[in-house]
């Protein structure tokens, strides 16, 4: 093992430093198991917030019809669709690390989810974009960058495949700023998603990783500063659900 990697990488858990495999590995696990389950359980486990969080990002994405969009972690294509329907972009390319997410997303496709935009799908991990420098005029990416044990790279890798004047367009879950907020909050995430993830996809230990990660990651500016660090100017963010998500625009 490379030991000045390692150092440079965390433990998504924990947000300690620590090789990459063990987050990679642990995520691919998670998400190859509740594919077909993960949209119940964002239904479900948010009270359907989930879907105002992707209105109100694609009202703040500047997306036009003449745009090429790629979606990182696109999972199972919520995001890619959201796109299609309000901004019916020239083409989407919607990219995961998993390969069961995106079995999903083309089950979406075949049913006509994404209404007749162009659309491919790719295995991509984020940190190492097989992409050729500005090829893309936005980047969309929801509950992404959390799961990535070098959150650095990806982002300059998001930074690079960007073409001048784009924009990256990231949903993701923050820290609500309201303290009682906060608490309440944090006692859902160590309680009831655990049980909503167990009762709903049978894998209890995966969503006990998904609160951890949560709690462990950055909020609001600090997001905004690893976005900065990797070249992104005029970054901004909106809260959701008073700070429970966030949608963070930064421009290249």
């Known amino acids: 093992m490379d030991t000045n990697k ?10 300690k430093a620590a ?3 063990i987050s990679t590995e642990r995520v691919y696990d998670i998400f190859s198991q ?15 917030a989930y879907r105002r969080w992707l209105d ?24 890619s669709r959201w796109v299609a329907r309000f901004h019916r ?19 979406h496709e075949a049913r006509g989810d994404f209404c007749g935009v162009p659309i491919d799908f790719d295995v991509v991990d984020a940190q190492n974009i097989p992409y050729a420098d500005e090829s893309y005029d936005i980047i969309t990416m929801a509950y992404g960058i959390r799961n990535m044990p070098d959150r650095a790279r990806a982002l300059s890798e998001m930074y690079r495949v960007l073409k001048p004047g784009g ?3 990231c949903l993701e879950f923050s820290t609500p700023p309201n303290p009682v907020w906060r608490a309440l909050y944090s006692f859902y995430l160590k309680h009831l998603i655990p049980f909503w993830g167990g009762l709903i996809t049978g894998d209890k230990a995966g969503f006990v990783y998904l609160a951890k990660s949560i709690r462990a990651f950055p909020d609001q500016r600090g997001l905004a500063a690893l976005m900065e660090q990797a070249g992104f100017h005029d970054v901004t963010w909106k809260n959701y659900t008073g700070g429970i998500a966030a949608v963070h625009v930064a421009h290249k």
């Open 89 to 107: 972009p020239r083409h989407i390319q919607c990219t995961d690390l998993v390969p069961e997410m995106l079995e999903v997303a083309r089950m």
């Open 56 to 79: 109100g990002m694609m009202r703040q994405a500047p997306i036009k019809p003449s745009d090429d969009v790629l979606d990182i972690a696109g999972g199972t294509g919520d995001v």
């Open 167 to 169: 924009s990256l367009v």
């Open 19 to 21: 090789p990459a495999e």
């Open 6 to 15: 390692a150092l440079q990488t965390i433990d998504t858990a924990t947000g």
């Open 34 to 48: 509740i594919a077909r389950k993960y949209e119940r359980f964002n239904a479900v486990s948010s009270f359907g």
